[in-house]
């Protein structure tokens, strides 16, 4: 999915390679006044590999609650990054990244911003797991 030149999604929930045969999937929001509004959950790689989200250019996604490569599975390589200036990601609860998974990443960089509205939970039993904010 693409949402670009000002477009906007509005959904229930957000689901980026939700299961294990639904692999190498990207949404990518890009753009000023770009924006995915997710009313409920934002899931990405929860039994899929090589699954990501990309927030760039003043695009800007908002959700309830986050979970980034959070279920034991074939979930690898899972990646979210926000970049570009004005570019947001806005969460208003609960963030899982990578509780069960080996190779999960959140990069914010380069002016992107990351807002969080609760608990921000990194890891929990898996190894190679990051969030990097520069």
């Not at 999604?9 to 639904?22: D, E, R």
């Not at 190498?24 to 934002?42: E, F, P, Q, R």
């Not at 609860?93 to 914010?108: E, K, L």
């Amino acid at each position: 999915m693409v949402v670009t030149n000002g477009g906007s999604v509005i959904s229930t929930n957000g689901f980026i390679g939700f299961f294990a045969s639904a692999s190498n999937n990207t949404a990518i929001v890009s753009g000023s006044n770009s924006v995915w509004n997710i009313l409920s959950s934002l899931v990405i790689g929860s039994n899929a590999a090589n699954d990501a989200l990309v927030i760039t250019n003043g695009g800007q996604v908002f959700d309830a609650g986050a979970n980034i490569g959070t279920d034991a599975g074939n979930n690898f390589n899972v990646s979210v990054l926000v970049t570009g200036t004005n570019s947001l990601w806005s969460n208003g609860g609960f963030v899982s990244v990578s509780a069960d998974n080996p190779s999960t990443a959140v990069t914010i960089a380069n002016g992107g911003r990351f807002s969080g509205g609760g608990i921000v939970q990194i890891g929990r039993s898996a190894a190679r797991m990051a969030m990097w904010c520069w």
